[in-house]
């Protein structure tokens, strides 16, 4: 980035060319620069290209300080009337990819991060390129889709009549169409964009690269400047005086200590919640980090699996790993007040007594160091002003986060929530099983078999026939407008109800005694949105999602073996499945489970076939193999070595021994230090 004078004397660069990039800067108030970097290395998780956070400088480049804690790309900055920053911003908490792309505010020391607009508006898809009408609360900005160009309609956006109302969005290029905040769409199209209002009657446009004055009542357009030479003009700015917004800041900012914790504090809880909670039901806060993901250059992200998870975590729910910092008793009258981490991403989760889910965010917040932030309920109106009582908990020190019993760590399903599994659930829940539901902890090609029997078998809107979680693939942006408490995680989840009632049997009576501690190690994995992985990192940044191990010739052998021994006899009980193997796995993914690459032989297409008194489950009928000697058995066991010697070699995240591969290290610091294996 440089200055420049209007006349275009004295240019001078204010950030070093290194291989980050520095973008997008505008004027504060108070003389500096706030612009997006991508210094610090990490990357959204369906794609593989550096994230932008938001940072400030001074105006000769030095200074330079981070004020966005973002694990994914903030947007185009601009500064409010009343000296706030107004930007766009990405996440993934618990929502597909598409939407939401919506405003946000901070004040330019970092504090007070604040919806502005759109955090559950599907149609448009993403609001970016915001600017300050002069003398007006509202903004002009453009309003567009997720991929492709930032180009589409214009819009005024007046938060004031509704933080999600389509009443807040006025379309001033109607001949753009917008489909209606609860159309899940990936628009709209179209060619306007870098909006820039001159007053509150006209504002400066580029059409496609051509510079437009236009009034808001759609009734005045002349050009500015056409494209020259086939190049385009964009980022149209009338140099004039303006009145300087006031300069906002909190006391603490400056003095605060790079280590201080922010605290976060509560009124009452059920102001939001009510009448789906009742007063007294919530207990806990349960405070969350979204894990990110460093930046890597590999082939393995270019084949995404469970739609666009190029570092895989779940089986189509939650995109990012979750990390559960500690929980916060709520009092009786629904107050909280605790300390939080400064600059991380953080989101809250409301327990009951059972610790399950009664309400969560599906957004996320960050402090900066010693702020204090406060909120009247939870999933309150932003309209709302705060009850005429005094919170309990505001009487008292904040509290400190009581860290969960399995520690600070990413939550990881394989060594956090199959113990309990193995110590309850295999004894009965085993390959051999009649009602074939596997509970053993083998790892599969993704994931293992019971995450993959509980939460990926027979996946739908809701999640699994046991397990209730959010989708988050592309064509579910539907979920994100459903916010009615206790709809989504383990209130309605089978799974759940099984291992609070103990597995009854016919009589009632519990089969399996599970501690507090094992229930709620489960019950929080599946309100975490069911992950798998806990890191973001990767011992095999050359696979698919960098995580698949799948056995190279394993679908060239089956396929030999299933023409010559077992089309005829599928074919005649008219299966769907085609002539050849690859038909009958092509459709894996939610219909069937996953390939067992750990003791290979207990797969079900190499159980079904053998003989029961050689070890099989017999379900063929006739035995296609008598015994595991047969030629055709060890062939197909045979493919499974490879992928043995690699898993010892090279431990997946989910093993034990993993290490992750370099790339995952291979970044800076923000002071532009290299980071290594011993940082944090």
């Not at 050009?223 to 003009?233: A, K, Q, R, S, W």
């Not at 520690?407 to 060594?415: D, K, N, P, S, V």
């Not at 999640?463 to 592309?474: K, L, M, R």
């Not at 009854?504 to 519990?510: A, I, N, T, V």
Request: aromatic share 8%; hydrophobic share 35%.
């Amino acid at each position: 980035m440089y200055t420049i004078n209007v006349d275009g004397t004295d240019l001078r660069r204010l950030t070093c060319v290194q291989d980050d990039h520095n973008y997008d800067p505008a004027w504060l108030p108070d003389g500096r620069i706030v612009f997006l970097s991508s210094r610090i290395s990490q990357a959204a998780y369906c794609f593989f290209t550096p994230v932008g956070i938001l940072w400030t400088m001074n105006a000769d480049g030095s200074d330079q300080r981070q004020i966005s804690a973002n694990y994914l790309n903030d947007f185009t900055p601009a500064v409010l009337n009343d000296g706030r920053i107004i930007y766009g911003r990405w996440e993934y908490v618990d929502r597909p990819a598409i939407p939401i792309q919506s405003l946000w505010t901070i004040n330019a020391d970092g504090t007070m991060l604040q919806g502005f607009f759109g955090n559950r508006v599907l149609d448009p898809a993403t609001f970016i390129e915001p600017q300050p009408i002069p003398g007006s609360r509202a903004v002009l900005c453009t309003l567009t889709g997720h991929n492709g160009s930032c180009r589409g309609a214009i819009g005024i956006i007046d938060p004031d009549l509704g933080n999600n109302a389509q009443e807040s969005i006025r379309n001033i290029t109607p001949e753009i169409r917008l489909r209606g905040v609860s159309h899940s769409t990936n628009g709209p199209r179209g060619p306007y964009q870098t909006p820039y209002p001159l007053d509150q009657q006209y504002y400066l446009v580029s059409y496609d690269g051509t510079l437009l004055v236009r009034d808001y009542d759609c009734t005045v357009q002349a050009t500015v400047l056409e494209p020259l030479d086939e190049m385009g003009f964009y980022n149209p700015r009338p140099i004039r005086s303006r009145v300087r917004p006031p300069v906002r800041s909190a006391p603490w900012a400056d003095s605060a200590d790079a280590s201080s914790m922010a605290t976060l504090y509560l009124q009452d809880i059920y102001n939001g919640l009510e009448p789906h909670v009742q007063r007294g039901e919530v207990k806990q806060i349960a405070v969350v980090q979204e894990v990110t993901r460093a930046l890597i250059t590999s082939p393995g992200i270019h084949r995404p699996l469970y739609d666009f998870q190029r570092m895989l975590v779940s089986c189509g729910a939650t995109y990012v790993p979750k990390q559960v910092l500690g929980f916060a008793d709520v009092a009786e009258d629904g107050s909280a007040c605790f300390h939080v981490p400064p600059m991380q991403p953080l989101y809250f989760i409301a327990l009951d007594a059972q610790g399950r889910a009664v309400q969560r965010m599906r957004s996320f917040t960050h402090l900066m160091p010693g702020e204090v932030q406060g909120c009247i309920g939870c999933h309150e109106s932003r309209h709302d002003g705060p009850r005429p009582l005094l919170p309990g908990a505001l009487a008292r020190e904040p509290q400190e986060l009581v860290p969960p019993e399995w520690g600070i760590r990413g939550f990881c399903y394989a060594t956090l929530v199959q113990p309990v599994l193995d110590q309850h659930c295999v004894g009965c829940h085993h390959p051999h099983e009649p009602h074939r539901l596997d509970l053993s902890g083998d790892r599969t090609d993704c994931f293992n078999v019971s995450y993959e029997m509980l939460a990926d078998l027979g996946q739908g809107r809701t999640g699994s026939p046991y397990v209730n979680w959010i989708p988050t693939y592309n064509g579910h942006e539907w979920n994100i407008q459903e916010i009615r408490p206790k709809q989504w995680g383990s209130h309605p989840s089978k799974l759940a109800d099984l291992v609070l009632a103990g597995h009854p049997d016919q009589d009632g009576k519990p089969r399996v005694r599970l501690s507090e501690s094992e229930r709620r190690r489960i019950l929080m994995w599946i309100d975490l949105n069911v992950p798998y992985y806990g890191t973001a990192d990767t011992a095999h940044p050359d696979l698919p999602g960098c995580r698949q191990i799948y056995p190279a010739d394993l679908t060239q052998v089956m396929n030999d073996v299933f023409a010559r021994r077992c089309v005829e006899c599928h074919q005649s009980q008219q299966e769907p499945m085609g002539k050849s193997w690859t038909a009958r796995t092509a459709r894996w993914r939610g219909d069937a489970m996953g390939l067992r690459i750990e003791r290979p032989e207990l797969n079900a297409f190499l159980l079904a076939p053998l003989a029961e008194d050689a070890g099989g489950t017999g379900r063929c009928g006739a035995p296609v193999f008598a015994s595991t000697e047969d030629a055709d058995y060890q062939a197909v066991l045979q493919t499974f070595l490879p992928v043995r010697q690699l898993i010892r070699q090279r431990p997946r995240m989910d093993m034990p021994g993993a290490v992750p591969d370099p790339v995952c290290f291979d970044c800076r610091r923000a002071d532009g230090a290299q980071l290594t294996q011993s940082d944090p």
